[in-house]
Structure formats: structure tokens, C-alpha cells
């Protein structure tokens, strides 16, 4: 490696970051991918058509996918990704060539070797016929019981960040984009990430349609889903839909109507126009692992957001936000996740900001410091490593491991620690723009944006020579603190020091000091931070809700703030279990049980069997054996592996 040629890549970084950078900096970029088996890097993919039927009664997909290839250099063969699929027959130009399903290593699955080689730039048709097993994580196929509405069974994939190679064959690497065309035979209907161009009758097959869907934009694999079910949609706004099963497309409409065009706007005022067409979103039932998963036209959201107040929508602004920030403007691979999440929280909170005052902006930072405090806190050992914005996962470790909240909040706090350090949102937005007008449709790492940065500000490099990098970029741990304006918290804070310090000091007087509408005027958010705040006490200076003092506190609490124990909002009932069981509250430990088995959301369900593991282990076993198969894939293998299982 010689630094001057790699140097050369990047000609706009100072003398000073160009050194402390020496050693990371990449040959060609974005750095090369280490979470594929794939020889991504000798093609250039032009266009995916992605053909398959959906068998609910074999719970299997089965079909091809065809790769239009412009080769770029000679190669021996083409290496794609596959994990637990069946391969059945691998055609080059329209002629059948050999092909070899490697042993698996995990965590990235099984290399498909096929046997082309040519030594002359050219452009190739790559076809593979294949079929998923049961195995795959990227499918969960659903029994109608599994479903709200009961009645039909119900399918949906989840790829980020490497789980397509189970849904596909694929270069499954978030370096490589191309066009998309979905062709898919299903009973029931079904969505995918792209505009729907047809929808017809299936002459062979009598109950069965064919769906046609485009997606014009370049995407990664990742980005790619399908979700077939008993679906119907409603207008939440000119260019958006609400998708969910028929007895819930009620609420999910007024949950967003009144929002979701708004955000758009505002994020087109940020960035540039909304470039997809329609945003459309559906919202799943109770598997779904995540809170939003942002596939182009088509966020898939968990049911916890349908709480009825509209107070769950900023993971719809969220999800929208990827619209510019991770679907036109792509990290490179999963070790700068950053680029995606961190730019993502970003906009999401500068979408807040335009709607609800920069107090609100701040109030969600200061939320997102907090978890980023505690997801750091309660990283062990073995996983520290994970607290870099910049992720190590050249020694093949699994991505969903890395994954915490540490590349969104940190990865917030450095944009917003720059723009502080560059006098404001005022001269920080231009920025923005010049970003995603460079890099839209293509992927880059963590290097580029730097020289990007340095670049646009050519007049502040010494400004910007003044950010401690070593530390943001590669130290594990918490990154400086920005200034926060501590205004709605502080409400918050208050409150809850009140309850500590007469819960010690003067417990006989509980009952008199606090009433219901201390906090009638507490949002969820609110609510959350304060039920924060109050597990935060527990082991400081000797306090600890676990006592004869704490239990009264709780007792009383749980009769004066009804508006907790039948709270309908996710956010806020995990919250208070939280509290609970931290006070040891036994009564509470079969409650929280059974809620387990209501929600599949990772951001709940994870911690939660942490929760009880922490007071009972045997019920933790027994409640994750009830419900284990209930649960997404990868949301059971990481409980599995949370709870000491594997
Ligand atoms: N892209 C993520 C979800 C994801 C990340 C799936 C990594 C698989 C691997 C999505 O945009 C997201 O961040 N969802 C959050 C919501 C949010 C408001 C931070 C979630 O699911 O909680
Ligand atoms: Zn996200």
C-alpha cells in the first residue's frame, strides 16, 4: 500500500486527518465489502428480475432471478451469496453451466460458485433457478393464528443487513445497486419495494395472481421485500398508502394521515424532491422485529406504533428519511452503517425540528444520548468493540451482532457536532444538498464522506482540524457530549428527582406530595424519559427501588399514574416494567410474561427477556419456549443468544 497513491483518492483531506487516516485508508472505494462471499467487485449489475411464486401450503418461494452483468475484469468464476436456499440450475447466455454450493460458514452463508470464466470485458445474462427452505431468516412465514385478523397466512422477508442471500441468490453486498423488476404468482396480495405495474389474473392456477412491480431507482439488495397476506390499503396522504390486514386499516390510517405528506415536505425542503414517487407503508403484524425497515415505496412498521395518539410517527419520519439517506445514498458495507443510521437520525430529528421547534429537536437528542449511555453500558466485554462509529468486521463477525444503537447516536452526534463546529444550520444545510446530489445512487464508506466534508470546506479546514476524529471515528465508548438545550427534559428530571429524594428522606409523605397531573401534560416521550430517569437512580448513592421504601414509591405511583399501568404505548409500558422489576416487584414479572408474547419488536422483546432473566430465570425459559416461534427468525436467534441458549 503506498500512501501517496491512496493519498491521491482523497485529495481534499488536510496533511492532519490524511495522516491520522494512513493506515485505514482504502485502495479503491468504497472499501471493499468483507460481509459477502461474492466477487461483487469484478461486475457492474445493470438489472435484477427477481421471478418467483409464493407457496404458502410448502412455505417456500420458488422461482429465478436473472443478473444482467457487465464484467469488468477477466475472472476464473462468479461467486454469489446464498444461505439455506436450494439451487437448482445455474444458465449463462441461455446455456446451462456447473455450479457448486459451498459448505456454509457462518455467519455468511454458503458461496455459489458458478463456473464462467472469460477474460474479455463483456455483458452477460446470469440466470439461477432456486427454491427457499425452511431455514431461510430473511422469510417468516406466518400460520393464519400468527396474524391479527386470524384468517390467512401471511408472508414477510427482512434483508438488512445480510439476510437477502436467504430471500435470493445475490451479490448481497450493500456496495453493488441495479434496477429491479419483481415478478411474484400469489394468492394473496402482495407488495413490493418498487411501483406496482400489473396486476392480473393467473391463467394456470385459478385462485392465483401476478403482480408486476418496477423499481427504476438503483437499490441494493438489502432494500429489497416482499410481503404477501390478507392486505388492504388506505390513502394517508396524496402520494402514500397505509397497507395492514383488514381490521386494522382503520386506526393505521388515522395514526398517520395527518402527518405523513408533511414529513415528506419537509425532508424535500432539506434534501431535494422525494424521488420514489409513491411512500407508501405497511404496517405488520406482531413478528415484525423491527420498528420500521425503510424498503423503497414500501416502510414495513411494526403494529406497536398504532397507539392511537399519533406519538409513535417520528420511526415514520425516520423511515422516510432513508429515502435520501441509506436507498439514494448507500454505505458502502455494514462497518459504515453510520453513513446510513447516524445521517438517517439526522434528518429525522431535523424533520421534528421544522413540525415541533428546535426544542423538540434537542429533546429527542438528549433521549437518543441517554440510550446511547445505556447501550454502551451494557455492552460486555466481548462486544465494546461495537461502540466505534467506524465497525471492524474484516474478521467475518456477524453484522447483526455489531448492530446497537451506537451508529445511530453517535453517528447523530458527529453531524450534529459539525454542524455546531461550522456556526450552525445555516451554514451546515448546504452541506446537506451537496452530500446526496454526490453520491445519490451509489454507496460509498466513511472516507469519502470525510474528503466530501473537507472538501466542501475547503475555507475550514483548520476549523474541522480542530474535531478530535481519533476519538469519533475509531475510539469504543461515548464520543464528547454536544450541548443540549435541556429545557423539556428538565420537567422530566425534576420529577423524577423529587420522587427519589422523598422516596429516601420522607417516604410517609409520598402519598400527599405527588398527584395525577404531575404528569397530565407528559407526551410518551416525556413519559419515557422520566420512567427513565427514575430507573437511572437505582444503585446511585446507595438508593435503590428495591427496598421497603422503594416498593411503597411504586405502590403509590402505580395508583396516582394510572395512565402507566394501562398505557397502550409500547414505549411506555416497556418503560414502566422496567421500573418494576427493578424494584422487584413480583407481581409484575408473569404481567410482563405475557406481554412478551404480544409484541416480536427486537427494540422490546430483547430486553425484555434480559429484564427477566435478571429476576426469574426459569419464567424467562419457559415464557421465550411459549412464544419462541411466534417470533421473526432472527429476533429468536437473538433471545437464543441473549439468553445464554447457544
Ligand atoms: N434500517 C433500520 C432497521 C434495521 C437496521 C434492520 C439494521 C436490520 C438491520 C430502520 O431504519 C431502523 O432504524 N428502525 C428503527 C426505528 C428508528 C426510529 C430508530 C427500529 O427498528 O427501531
Ligand atoms: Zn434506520
Given at each position: 500500500?503506498?500512501?501517496?497513491?491512496?493519498?491521491?483518492?482523497?485529495?481534499?483531506?488536510?496533511?492532519?486527518l490524511?495522516e491520522?487516516?494512513?493506515?485505514?485508508?482504502?485502495?479503491?472505494?468504497?472499501?471493499?465489502?468483507?460481509?459477502t462471499?461474492?466477487?461483487?467487485?469484478?461486475f457492474?449489475?445493470?438489472?435484477s428480475?427477481?421471478?418467483?411464486e409464493?407457496?404458502?401450503d410448502?412455505?417456500i418461494l420458488?422461482?429465478s432471478?436473472?443478473l444482467?452483468?457487465?464484467v469488468?475484469?477477466?475472472?476464473?468464476?462468479?461467486?454469489?451469496?446464498?444461505?439455506?436456499l436450494?439451487?437448482?440450475?445455474?444458465?449463462?447466455?441461455?446455456?446451462?453451466?456447473?455450479?457448486?454450493v459451498?459448505?456454509?460458514?457462518?455467519?455468511?452463508?454458503?458461496?455459489?460458485?458458478?463456473?464462467?470464466s472469460?477474460?474479455?470485458?463483456?455483458t452477460?445474462t446470469?440466470?439461477?433457478?432456486?427454491?427457499?427452505?425452511?431455514?431461510?431468516?430473511?422469510?417468516?412465514?406466518?400460520?393464519?393464528?400468527q396474524?391479527?385478523d386470524?384468517?390467512?397466512?401471511?408472508?414477510?422477508?427482512?434483508?438488512?443487513?445480510?439476510h437477502?442471500?436467504?430471500?435470493?441468490?445475490?451479490f448481497?453486498t450493500?456496495s453493488?445497486?441495479?434496477?429491479?423488476?419483481y415478478?411474484?404468482?400469489?394468492?394473496?396480495?402482495?407488495?413490493?419495494?418498487?411501483?406496482l405495474?400489473?396486476?392480473?389474473k393467473n391463467?394456470?392456477?385459478?385462485?392465483?395472481?401476478?403482480?408486476?412491480?418496477?423499481?427504476?431507482?438503483p437499490?441494493?439488495?438489502y432494500?429489497?421485500?416482499?410481503?404477501?397476506?390478507?392486505?388492504i390499503g388506505?390513502?394517508?396522504?396524496?402520494?402514500?398508502?397505509?397497507?395492514?390486514?383488514?381490521s386494522?386499516?382503520?386506526?393505521c390510517?388515522?395514526?398517520?394521515?395527518?402527518d405523513?405528506?408533511?414529513?415528506?415536505?419537509?425532508a424535500?425542503?432539506?434534501?431535494f424532491?422525494?424521488?420514489w414517487?409513491?411512500?407508501?407503508?405497511?404496517?405488520?403484524?406482531?413478528?415484525?422485529p423491527?420498528?420500521?425497515?425503510e424498503?423503497p415505496?414500501?416502510?414495513?412498521?411494526?403494529p406497536?406504533?398504532?397507539?392511537?395518539?399519533?406519538?409513535?410517527?417520528?420511526?415514520i419520519a425516520?423511515?422516510?428519511a432513508?429515502?435520501?439517506?441509506?436507498?439514494?445514498?448507500?454505505?458502502g458495507?455494514?462497518?459504515?452503517?453510520?453513513?446510513?443510521?447516524?445521517?438517517t437520525?439526522?434528518?429525522?430529528?431535523r424533520?421534528?425540528?421544522?413540525?415541533?421547534?428546535?426544542?423538540?429537536?434537542?429533546?429527542?437528542?438528549?433521549i437518543g444520548w441517554?440510550d446511547?449511555?445505556?447501550?454502551?453500558d451494557?455492552?460486555?466485554?466481548?462486544?465494546?468493540r461495537?461502540?466505534?462509529?467506524?465497525?471492524?468486521?474484516?474478521?467475518?463477525?456477524?453484522?447483526?451482532?455489531?448492530?446497537?444503537?451506537?451508529?445511530?447516536?453517535?453517528g447523530f452526534?458527529l453531524?450534529f457536532?459539525?454542524?455546531?463546529?461550522?456556526?450552525?444550520?445555516?451554514?451546515?444545510?448546504?452541506?446537506?444538498?451537496?452530500?446526496?446530489?454526490?453520491?445519490?445512487y451509489?454507496s460509498?464508506?466513511?472516507?469519502?464522506?470525510?474528503?466530501?466534508?473537507y472538501?466542501?470546506?475547503?475555507?475550514?479546514?483548520?476549523?474541522?482540524?480542530?474535531?478530535?476524529?481519533q476519538?469519533w471515528?475509531?475510539?469504543?465508548?461515548l464520543?464528547?457530549?454536544p450541548?443540549f438545550?435541556?429545557?423539556?427534559?428538565?420537567?422530566?428530571?425534576?420529577?423524577?428527582?423529587?420522587?427519589?429524594?422523598?422516596?429516601s428522606?420522607n417516604?410517609?409523605?409520598?402519598?400527599?406530595?405527588?398527584?395525577?397531573?404531575?404528569?397530565?401534560?407528559f407526551?410518551?416521550?416525556?413519559s419515557?424519559?422520566?420512567?427513565?430517569?427514575?430507573v437511572?437512580?437505582?444503585?446511585?448513592?446507595?438508593?435503590?427501588?428495591n427496598s421497603k421504601?422503594?416498593?411503597?414509591a411504586?405502590?403509590?405511583m402505580?395508583?396516582?399514574?394510572?395512565?402507566?399501568?394501562?398505557?397502550?404505548?409500547?414505549?411506555?409500558?416497556f418503560?414502566?416494567?422496567?421500573?418494576?422489576?427493578?424494584?422487584?416487584?413480583?407481581?409484575?414479572?408473569?404481567?410482563?410474561?405475557?406481554?412478551?408474547?404480544?409484541v416480536?419488536?427486537?427494540?422490546?422483546?430483547?430486553p425484555?427477556?434480559?429484564?427477566l432473566?435478571?429476576?426469574?430465570r426459569?419464567?424467562?425459559?419457559?415464557t421465550?419456549?411459549?412464544f419462541?416461534?411466534?417470533?421473526?427468525?432472527?429476533c429468536?436467534?437473538m433471545?437464543?443468544?441473549?439468553?445464554?441458549l447457544?
Amino acid at each position: 500500500m503506498s500512501s501517496i497513491s491512496q493519498s491521491s483518492n482523497y485529495p481534499n483531506l488536510s496533511p492532519k486527518l490524511a495522516e491520522l487516516l494512513a493506515s485505514h485508508l482504502p485502495e479503491s472505494s468504497p472499501e471493499r465489502d468483507p460481509s459477502t462471499n461474492s466477487n461483487y467487485y469484478n461486475f457492474n449489475l445493470k438489472k435484477s428480475t427477481l421471478d418467483i411464486e409464493v407457496l404458502f401450503d410448502k412455505k417456500i418461494l420458488i422461482g429465478s432471478i436473472t443478473l444482467e452483468l457487465d464484467v469488468l475484469n477477466s475472472i476464473d468464476n462468479i461467486i454469489l451469496d446464498s444461505s439455506y436456499l436450494n439451487i437448482k440450475n445455474t444458465i449463462v447466455n441461455g446455456e446451462s453451466v456447473d455450479f457448486k454450493v459451498e459448505p456454509r460458514k457462518e455467519p455468511l452463508g454458503s458461496p455459489l460458485i458458478i463456473n464462467y470464466s472469460t477474460d474479455k470485458l463483456s455483458t452477460i445474462t446470469l440466470k439461477i433457478e432456486y427454491e427457499t427452505t425452511d431455514k431461510c431468516t430473511a422469510l417468516q412465514w406466518l400460520s393464519p393464528e400468527q396474524t391479527d385478523d386470524g384468517k390467512l397466512p401471511y408472508l414477510f422477508s427482512q434483508c438488512e443487513p445480510i439476510h437477502a442471500r436467504s430471500f435470493f441468490p445475490c451479490f448481497d453486498t450493500p456496495s453493488i445497486k441495479s434496477e429491479y423488476y419483481y415478478i411474484v404468482k400469489s394468492n394473496l396480495k402482495t407488495l413490493m419495494s418498487g411501483l406496482l405495474i400489473s396486476e392480473t389474473k393467473n391463467d394456470n392456477k385459478s385462485d392465483s395472481i401476478i403482480y408486476k412491480y418496477h423499481q427504476p431507482v438503483p437499490i441494493p439488495s438489502y432494500l429489497c421485500c416482499i410481503a404477501s397476506g390478507s392486505l388492504i390499503g388506505k390513502p394517508i396522504g396524496p402520494r402514500s398508502t397505509v397497507f395492514s390486514e383488514p381490521s386494522f386499516v382503520d386506526s393505521c390510517q388515522y395514526e398517520f394521515e395527518k402527518d405523513t405528506e408533511n414529513f415528506i415536505q419537509v425532508a424535500e425542503s432539506l434534501v431535494f424532491p422525494y424521488e420514489w414517487k409513491k411512500y407508501d407503508v405497511l404496517i405488520l403484524p406482531t413478528a415484525m422485529p423491527f420498528g420500521g425497515m425503510e424498503h423503497p415505496n414500501c416502510t414495513f412498521a411494526t403494529p406497536t406504533l398504532i397507539s392511537g395518539d399519533r406519538e409513535n410517527v417520528d420511526v415514520i419520519a425516520h423511515e422516510l428519511a432513508h429515502s435520501w439517506s441509506g436507498n439514494l445514498v448507500t454505505n458502502g458495507s455494514f462497518e459504515h452503517f453510520w453513513l446510513n443510521e447516524g445521517w438517517t437520525v439526522y434528518l429525522e430529528r431535523r424533520i421534528v425540528e421544522k413540525l415541533h421547534g428546535e426544542k423538540a429537536r434537542h429533546f429527542s437528542a438528549i433521549i437518543g444520548w441517554t440510550d446511547l449511555e445505556n447501550s454502551i453500558d451494557a455492552m460486555g466485554e466481548s462486544s465494546k468493540r461495537y461502540s466505534t462509529l467506524i465497525q471492524n468486521l474484516k474478521d467475518k463477525s456477524d453484522p447483526d451482532d455489531a448492530f446497537s444503537t451506537v451508529p445511530y447516536e453517535k453517528g447523530f452526534n458527529l453531524l450534529f457536532s459539525l454542524e455546531l463546529l461550522l456556526g450552525g444550520k445555516q451554514n451546515f444545510d448546504p452541506f446537506i444538498k451537496h452530500y446526496f446530489t454526490k453520491y445519490k445512487y451509489q454507496s460509498l464508506d466513511t472516507y469519502q464522506f470525510l474528503d466530501t466534508l473537507y472538501g466542501f470546506y475547503d475555507d475550514k479546514k483548520d476549523l474541522l482540524d480542530t474535531f478530535d476524529w481519533q476519538t469519533w471515528l475509531y475510539s469504543p465508548g461515548l464520543p464528547p457530549k454536544p450541548k443540549f438545550d435541556t429545557e423539556l427534559v428538565d420537567e422530566c428530571y425534576s420529577l423524577a428527582k423529587k420522587w427519589v429524594s422523598i422516596t429516601s428522606s420522607n417516604p410517609e409523605s409520598l402519598e400527599k406530595e405527588f398527584n395525577p397531573s404531575d404528569i397530565e401534560s407528559f407526551g410518551s416521550n416525556q413519559s419515557g424519559v422520566f420512567l427513565d430517569t427514575l430507573v437511572s437512580y437505582e444503585g446511585k448513592s446507595n438508593f435503590t427501588w428495591n427496598s421497603k421504601n422503594g416498593s411503597l414509591a411504586i405502590k403509590i405511583m402505580t395508583e396516582k399514574y394510572s395512565k402507566y399501568s394501562t398505557s397502550q404505548n409500547a414505549e411506555v409500558v416497556f418503560r414502566w416494567f422496567r421500573l418494576l422489576l427493578t424494584g422487584r416487584i413480583q407481581s409484575s414479572y408473569p404481567k410482563l410474561a405475557d406481554w412478551l408474547g404480544t409484541v416480536g419488536r427486537m427494540k422490546f422483546v430483547r430486553p425484555g427477556y434480559v429484564m427477566l432473566n435478571q429476576v426469574d430465570r426459569e419464567l424467562a425459559l419457559k415464557t421465550f419456549k411459549k412464544f419462541e416461534n411466534g417470533y421473526h427468525p432472527i429476533c429468536k436467534a437473538m433471545v437464543k443468544k441473549d439468553l445464554g441458549l447457544v
